[in-house]
């Protein structure tokens, strides 16, 4: 029998999953985001009782009507919900081997650069105050839902390419 070992800094303990060698040799031909999907690093599938959970605790935003998890990107779980007072994305941090400053890091430089005006979701805070939620030892996050499409494995444009440099510029000013 094949061991393969993995451990999260940002989750303790570490993870142990014990393969066969017919298992094994079938992760061999998945991509990274596949082997790490298949071994439950990514992507959960929370309940609407967790999800209405994590909700309840910013002021005012109802009982969730509807929500579902989106398939595309490589790691955390992120839910499109819509309550009685409008569509949100519900961010639970769970990403390979992320260190929990890490995540709180990227949760503040993400409310710095929308209140500064860059085109990114805006942040929600509790009613506590916080700019996240625990859920475990796992952080949440409620940001506004921005319409739009998955540019993933497509090409763009050159005008959506020169957009995306100014705002990557732009984000780069607003971090100095």
């Not at 260190?99 to 890091?105: K, R, W």
Request: proline letters at 2%; hydrophobic letters at 40%; charged letters at 25%.
């Amino acid at each position: 029998m094949v061991s393969l070992f993995y451990q999260t800094r940002a989750y303790k303990p570490s993870f142990t999953a014990a393969l066969s060698p017919k298992n094994f040799c079938k992760l061999e031909k998945l991509n990274n985001y596949e082997i790490f999907d298949n071994l439950g690093f990514m992507r959960q599938n929370y309940s609407k009782e967790t999800l209405q959970g994590i909700v309840d605790q910013f002021k005012g935003l109802g009982i969730i009507k509807n929500s579902h998890l989106f398939t595309s990107g490589f790691e955390n779980s992120n839910y499109y919900v819509e309550t009685e007072k409008g569509r949100f994305v519900v961010k639970v941090f769970e990403g390979a081997d992320i260190m929990p400053e890490n995540i709180l890091f990227e949760i503040e430089m993400m409310d710095r650069l929308s209140n500064a005006g860059a085109k990114t979701p805006k942040i929600f805070h509790t009613m506590s105050g916080k700019l996240h939620v625990a859920l475990g030892e796992k952080y949440a996050i409620l940001m506004n839902f921005i319409e739009g499409k998955n540019m993933e494995m497509q090409t763009i444009s050159d005008i959506l390419a020169k957009q995306i440099g100014e705002q990557a510029a732009k984000w780069t000013l607003l971090c100095k």
